[in-house]
Structures are given as C-alpha cells and as structure tokens.
C-alpha cells in the first residue's frame, strides 16, 4: 500500500481526502503544521508528500525548500486557486506537481495516481533498462536513477530527471510538452498547465552552460525542447 502524506492545517478535509484515497487503497497520514509536517517527511516512511502552502509554524514553500536539501521524494503542492505565483514558486522550489484549492477530490487522486504510475514505471524499467545515456560530459543512469555533469552529480527531482531523461532520449530532436509530461509526471499537460515550462528553467538553473556558452537545452516556441548534440 502507498503512503502519502497529507501537510494541511484544514482538519475537515484532511479527514475527508484521508476516506477517499483510502478507498483508493492509499494509506494517509495528516499533519496539520508546517515543522510537524517536514519532521514526518524526512522520515522515509512516505511514497508521496501533499503539501499546501499556507500552513503555520512553517509554510509550505519553508517546508519544500528545506526537505529538497535533504530528499527527492515526490511533491505535489496545494495553491490557492488564481495563485499563479504560488505554483510557480512551488515548481521553483521542487515540487513535482501543483493542483489549486479548493480542488475536487478526484481530480488529486487523479494526480497522485499519475505520479505514481511515472514512479512505477520508472522502477519497473530499472532491471532491463538500457545503456546509460551519454550527451557531451552529461551522463545518465537509468538504473540508479543519477546524473553527472563533469563527473559531479546533480540533485534532480523525479520530474525534473524524467524530464531530462526524455530529452536525451530523442537528442537532437523536438520533444513536445505533452511527451515530458507524460514521462516526467504521468499525464497529459493541463491547459495553461506550466509545470513543464518550470522542470526545464530549473534543469537550466542545475545545467548550467557549456563549456562553449551554449544552452543544453533549445526552446521551440509554442511546440517544446530539444536537448541539443555537442
């Protein structure tokens, strides 16, 4: 059974989500601060974290940043609906996904079920995937799920390594936004949906440039990425 935690100070639809996912044979645990809810993260204990952002003692964006020094366990944030800054910020901070409040509960079942079938998948392909995936002095494990730049290893998120996986999969060629999401989060893209947008500026951001000044990563207006050859 997968076990999510819910970080949420609303106690009525904590209970409320907690029967629904258990009827979806997800186990969840709620915490109702933000310390609580980072000292319960870094426990390992959990598949999948649910986390808003307005929470006290420590809000939600506080709580991201510090269990990202410490942990890629995937992150799917609760915003304020109209918030666009909050998902925006959130993304900036690691968070995998991003669903509005106040959402209908299926619709975040529907999340959490994608992103756990990208995980799934991900495992599944560990004992017969491939070689690993070599671009310039980039390096990619699929099997450990690990990458290198220059021999130093870059903390990447889920997304934002199946993001890169896909694009140096297909090097040197036109990856649309539909394809990343699908192999970095297990779903279609969302209307207005910049969650992929985000992945690739904060795969920028871990990237760097080349040694010739060049960007790894190409952007094809209105139409995707290209990780471009060397």
Known sequence: MKSILLIDDDVELSELLGEYL?????????????????????????????????????????????????????????????????????????ADDYIAKPYDPHELIARVK?????????????????????????????????????????????????VLQCLMEHVGQLVDKDSLSIASLGRPLMAYDRSIDMHVSNLRKKLGKRPDDSDWIKTVRSRGYMLVRV
Request: net charge negative.
């Open 22 to 94: 258990s009827m979806e044979g997800y186990e969840l645990t709620p915490v109702h601060n933000g310390e609580d809810g980072l000292q319960q993260a870094l426990t390992g204990k959990y598949d999948l974290i649910l986390l808003d952002v307005m929470l006290p003692r420590k809000n939600g964006f506080e709580v991201l940043r510090n269990l990202r020094a410490q942990s890629s366990i995937p992150v799917i944030m609760l915003t304020a609906r109209g918030e666009s800054v909050d998902r925006v910020l959130g993304l900036e901070h690691g």
């Open 114 to 162: 994608a992103l756990f079938r990208r995980i799934d998948m991900a495992a599944d392909a560990e004992p017969q995937s491939g070689p690993e995936l070599k671009v310039g002095d980039l390096l990619l494990n699929p099997s450990t799920r690990t990458v290198t730049l220059a021999g130093e290893e870059l903390p990447l998120t889920g997304a934002e390594f199946g």
